[in-house]
């Protein structure tokens, strides 16, 4: 979780747009066929957990542009995150499930820090949160302010988001 600020590290457009360029993303990526497979996981597991998750337009779009990437975080410790729909731990579709009630809006998995296994989550308006386990946090309301607040910082509390 990056908490820090990021003051003075370059975290403009081009150091997104280098970040993104360098994990294999271009304009216009589309991942075709496999967007199906990558949703479906996620959608099978969580309701296997007795917590459906509808992987809606948003979280379609998001996945078809950026999924399969995994973008290196600057910092220590060493971390990545990777924008691959994912089911991290049994507790998943419980935790997701509480923070979508408490946003009263609807949360699908796109992603995850690969160091502590926070997971990357998308409302049905587009916005992004991080779900990590000292508590939900708001990333941004467009792909491009998330990815710069993954990779940079500063994270705000889901709560002032909370319906």
């Not at 971390?79 to 009263?104: C, K, M, Q, Y």
Request: with cysteine; hydrophobic share 40%.
């Amino acid at each position: 979780m990056r908490s820090d600020g990021g003051d003075g590290r370059g975290t403009g457009a081009r150091s997104v747009a280098a970040a993104l360029g360098a994990a294999g993303w271009y304009p216009g990526r589309d991942i075709g066929a496999r967007l199906s497979g990558l949703l479906a996981l996620v959608v099978d597991r969580f309701a296997e957990e007795g917590h459906p998750v509808e992987a809606f337009r948003a979280a379609q779009d998001f996945v078809r542009e950026f999924g399969g990437l995994r973008l290196v975080i600057p910092g220590t410790p060493p971390d990545a995150v990777a924008f691959t729909p994912h089911w991290i731990h049994e507790e998943s579709g419980e935790d997701v499930a509480e923070l979508a009630r408490n946003l009263g809006r609807r949360l699908f998995p796109v992603g995850y820090e690969a160091f502590d296994g926070a997971m990357v989550l998308i409302d049905d308006t587009g916005r992004f949160f991080l779900l990590h386990h000292t508590g939900p946090y708001f990333l941004g309301p467009t792909s491009y302010e998330a990815i710069s607040c993954l990779l940079y910082g500063p994270q705000r509390e889901a709560r002032d988001f909370f319906t």
